[in-house]
């Protein structure tokens, strides 16, 4: 069933999110697939009675997170009513969350709420405005994409509305745990902080032991997030307490499973989040233990979401199981955990070619000093995936060690598609010895005898094209009028691209 308070919350969130991060795109990203987990659960409609705001008939607090921010602005553009069906498409509540985010009063043309609705052609998702203007004849709620073309009758949509409300099923009671989380909720930064969040820890206790474990994820995730939300302090320090005494590794290992759940992903990771390195610990196990590789995968995503205890990844470079190896080897990367570099090193000794890539590329990304050795010998791997996979993951100044390793591999390669990714790490590493190994190699040499063939100086365009620099263009510019046909035309779309990146 779906939590009426914690909807209310998301929503609210979200908006104020996009008004008051505008660049915090992760963070929007994060509120907005929370709203579309929530809507796996049911309809919901959110309507705004003089400073009330409800969500199928469950007034909301205005104290919750997000709900004064998302008042005022229904309020400010006019809104009376949104009703968003069960499993809206995330686009269409994206479009609705950034119209509703819409400074009031401060947008002409296309960029207030109106004509960004209209734009959306949004179909999961219905407003009703109190603009008189802005109903349909029949006062029926209409699809955003009509909603602001078709002509007034404000008393019949109150009709219709009162009609809607008294046929409307009634919403079940709440449970003991949502009850006592909206009252902690609406009383959180009060005196009794403590013995009401007590109270709430009991009952997610209780939900857990009785199997609710969905029910007892979400209310966690909300004692998370208002521990997030208030300063230092009695109430923060009440909070965590609680959360402490809530956070055992028995119940951890329940939520861990919930990750595994699009619907409440989220709001586990949030909750793993909090447990810091237990809660890691707790998903390395169950990426271990996973038998299908969707289990893999989604463990393994929650795992790069953690901020604590990630070090603790390093002993499964261990693991008997090839594919976990390989996992754990692409997380150390991502992370740049520079700890995991000797046992990386020793992974590009490994039976499975697919670990040995993967140690290959997390080696790159890392790319302090103890990766050269490491790197070297991959960059002359007998498979060629690897050489191309190490390759590929070089560039910037913190792989300026590994300039004259590459020329030296280059030198030495047969394998065109490989010596074109060499020659494009040569670009982008851009120090004095990669680019004159490239202006080198994309020479002509003699006229006659010693001729070179066309596919490494091919190969060193591509490296020039990636380099971008002075140096670079002017070597190609020389080129124009080389004697090789295939050479000619490499340089004039090397150039054209370049001209187009200015």
Not at 132 to 144: F, M, N, Q, W
Not at 304 to 319: C, D, F, K, S, V
Request: aromatic fraction near 2%.
């Amino acid at each position: 069933m779906l939590n009426h308070e914690n909807f209310a919350v998301s929503l609210g969130r979200a908006v104020e999110t996009i008004r008051a991060q505008p660049d915090a795109i992760q963070e929007q990203k994060s509120q907005l697939r929370a709203l579309v987990a929530l809507t796996k659960f049911g309809s919901a409609t959110v309507m705004l009675g003089g400073e009330a705001l409800t969500v199928e008939g469950t007034t909301v607090p205005p104290a919750f997170p997000g709900i004064r921010t998302l008042t005022q602005q229904m309020e400010g553009h006019l809104i009376r009513e949104v009703r968003i069906a069960q499993n809206a498409s995330a686009a269409d509540l994206l479009a609705l969350v950034r119209a509703l985010a819409v400074n009031i009063g401060g947008f002409e043309g296309d960029g207030g709420f109106e004509e960004r609705m209209r734009a959306s052609r949004a179909t999961s998702v219905t407003v009703l405005s109190v603009r008189e203007d802005k109903l349909a004849a029949s006062g029926r709620p209409v699809s955003v994409t009509e909603a602001f073309e078709i002509g007034p009758i404000l008393e019949a949509a109150k009709e219709t509305s009162t009609v809607a409300e008294s046929s409307a099923p009634s919403v079940p009671p709440q449970s003991a745990l949502s009850a006592a989380l909206a009252k902690l909720n609406a009383e959180y930064e009060g005196a009794n902080v403590l013995d009401q969040a007590s109270a709430v820890a009991q009952l997610v206790l209780e939900a857990l032991q009785e199997d609710r474990i969905e029910e007892a994820v979400d209310a966690i995730a909300n004692l998370v997030r208002l521990e997030d939300g208030l300063e230092e302090g009695s109430p923060r320090r009440s909070l965590g307490i609680v959360l402490r005494r809530v956070l055992t590794g028995k119940a951890l290992a329940r939520v861990a499973k919930m990750a595994l759940d699009a619907r409440h992903r989220d709001a586990a990771i949030a909750v793993l989040r909090r447990g810091g390195a237990d809660g890691t610990e707790v998903l390395l196990h169950e990426l271990g233990e996973a038998n299908s590789l969707a289990e893999r995968r989604a463990f393994f995503d929650a795992l790069r979401e953690m901020t604590e205890g990630a070090r603790q990844i390093l002993h499964l470079m261990e693991h008997h199981e090839w594919f976990v190896v390989r996992n754990v080897a692409e997380l150390i990367g991502e992370l740049r955990l520079a700890e995991g570099v000797p046992a990386l090193g020793k992974a590009l000794s490994h039976h499975e070619p697919r670990v040995r890539r993967a140690a290959a590329g997390a080696l790159a990304q890392i790319g302090t000093a103890p990766t050269v050795e490491p790197l070297r010998r991959a960059l002359r791997d007998a498979d060629r995936e690897i050489r191309i996979t190490v390759a590929a993951a070089l560039g910037g100044k913190r792989a300026a060690q590994l300039a004259m390793p590459l020329v030296l591999a280059a030198e030495g390669e047969d394998d065109e598609e490989v010596l074109r990714e060499f020659c494009r790490a040569l670009g982008r590493i851009g120090t004095a010895d990669a680019l004159q190994a490239l202006i080198k190699m994309v020479q002509p040499g003699g006229r006659i005898l010693k001729r070179k063939a066309a596919g490494p100086r091919l190969a060193a365009i591509d490296g020039l094209k990636a380099s971008g620099s002075a140096a670079a263009i002017g070597t190609l510019e020389g080129l124009t009028g080389d004697n090789d046909k295939d050479v000619r035309q490499a340089v004039e779309r090397a150039l054209q691209d370049l001209q187009q990146r200015k």
